[in-house]
């Protein structure tokens, strides 16, 4: 008798020891998991992007997961929703099905009947199959008289009142207000992500001709255009453009345009652009890993390293020209040319050497600035 026990003492022992084995080989795995889980959430949300930019009814998988930032939000980010008053019951109204908002911004200037904004509306309608993405579009205007030449044209208008410098007139390039007005744009923007929106920002000197989401990759964490490509999409030797760029709303991307507002006191007084230019490599190779890729002048062009693809060409971003008189101009040709290429059958136009009116140098200054 005196044995049995000791036999049932040996095997509880036994299943002790496996239980303590079972666990101990567990532990690393659910370590290793949620190590990874940030990845894996991220990795989600990149594979359903394939729909940025669609017209599509319904919420995508990829949207709700990315509205969860909202759940996260601290007190901090309570205090920043109480500067974007409306912000967050707008973005539902203007976003694509998959969570992502287009966002231009407008003064005064460049609202007014025959200024910038009526161009760029235009390049929606004249483009190919984008007319929709103008309902995804978020026109942010920096002073009330902006508000009011948008919302008598479009219908999702938001003001982003800047009341450090006047901005609304013409702004030429580095001028306080121009740099008031570039600066303030960031602050929305981490809001936006803030709230679990992805966005593509677009200069509103950009004549949109076709679909860039069908070329923005799903590997990047942000997509970004360049003055001059050197042809390596992930060359961080690549001169950025922060006229066009997209975010995908991460926890990490909220933190990087957080450290890319914050750069500016590093490099006073210059604009965003230059601030971005020197902190890139900070944040691609730091603990954030921020995953860069650049994008090609020929199918995002512009006056800095103009090409005469018509039949490729997304953007034509009207940089490296000094002045809205300038820009209006030289858009102006281009859009004409755009509707004459447009008015070809479409075996007429392979091959029919069809090129850009080029910026006219005689009324202005064209340089790599803006």
């Not at 799903?218 to 922060?242: H, V």
Request: with cysteine; net charge negative; charged share 20%.
């Amino acid at each position: 008798m005196l044995g049995s026990p000791r036999k049932q003492h040996g095997g509880g022992g036994g299943g002790s020891h496996s239980a303590s084995f079972l666990l101990g080989a567990l532990l690393p795995t659910l370590l290793l998991f949620f190590l990874a889980s940030d990845r894996v959430g991220e990795r989600l949300t990149s594979i359903s992007t394939y729909t940025l930019g669609n017209n599509n009814n319904g919420s995508s998988s990829a949207h709700r997961e990315q509205m969860t930032h909202d759940a996260n939000l601290t007190d901090t980010d309570t205090t920043e929703e109480r500067v974007f008053p409306g912000l967050a019951e707008l973005l539902p109204r203007v976003a694509t099905d998959d969570g992502t908002v287009i966002i231009t911004s407008v003064n005064e200037a460049w609202s007014r009947p025959g200024s910038l904004l009526d161009l760029f509306r235009a390049g929606f309608n004249s483009g190919e199959e984008i007319a929709h993405l103008l309902n995804h579009t978020l026109i942010v205007a920096v002073d009330p008289g902006a508000l009011a030449h948008c919302e008598a044209v479009h219908p999702h208008c938001y003001l982003l009142e800047v009341t450090s410098a006047n901005v609304s007139s013409a702004n030429r390039f580095m001028t306080r207000s121009y740099l008031e007005l570039v600066w303030a744009k960031l602050e929305l923007q981490q809001r936006v992500l803030q709230l679990g929106y992805s966005y593509l920002f677009t200069d509103v000197d950009i004549m949109w001709l076709r679909n860039p989401f069908r070329h923005i990759s799903l590997y990047a964490d942000m997509a970004i255009s360049t003055d001059r490509f050197n042809g390596d999409a992930e060359s961080l030797a690549n001169a950025p453009n922060t006229g066009f760029y997209y975010v995908k709303s991460t926890n990490r991307t909220v933190e990087m345009v957080r450290r890319w507002r914050a750069a500016r006191s590093r490099f006073p007084p210059t604009h965003d652009q230059a601030v971005f230019d020197e902190i890139k490599g900070e944040l691609a190779g730091g603990e954030l890993h921020i995953r860069f890729v650049f994008l090609e002048t020929a199918l995002f062009d512009g006056f800095c390293q103009l090409h005469d693809e018509m039949d490729r060409v997304c953007t034509m971003h009207a940089n490296c020209c000094i002045g809205l008189e300038n820009k209006v101009h030289d858009l102006t040709n281009m859009a004409a040319d755009w509707k004459n290429y447009t008015s070809l059958a479409p075996a007429e136009r392979r091959g029919s050497g069809r090129r850009w009116t080029a910026p006219d140098p005689v009324r202005g200054v064209h340089e790599a600035a803006l």
